[in-house]
């Protein structure tokens, strides 16, 4: 979201492909709004290498202002990590609404 206005959006491709964070920042036409836009996810952005790499390594690089979060993620892989990453990137964290 950026200025009131969604633009972009994304959701989990089947097992295996991208995860919502990255469908979502490709659906952006102008990646240079998500340095003042705010992400909205459900589950905590994840910070390991499995079949795709690292969600909050891609949120910040196109320093997004803010991650709001629906709920931390309880696989120990996550479980906070990736609030921690997003924090030390200076994005501000929204967690649990």
Request: aromatic letters at 6%; glycine letters at 10%.
């Amino acid at each position: 979201m950026h200025q009131n206005k969604i633009i972009g959006e994304g959701f989990t491709s089947i097992h295996g492909q991208n995860h919502a964070e990255v469908n979502a920042v490709n659906s952006v036409k102008n990646k240079t709004l998500l340095k003042e836009a705010t992400i909205y996810v459900t589950l905590e952005p994840c910070v390991h290498f499995g079949k795709t790499p690292p969600c909050a390594d891609l949120l910040v690089k196109y320093q997004f202002k803010k991650v709001v979060i629906g709920c931390v993620d309880s696989n120990p892989l996550v479980a906070g990590k990736g609030i921690e990453r997003l924090r030390n990137a200076g994005i501000n964290i929204i967690v649990g609404f």
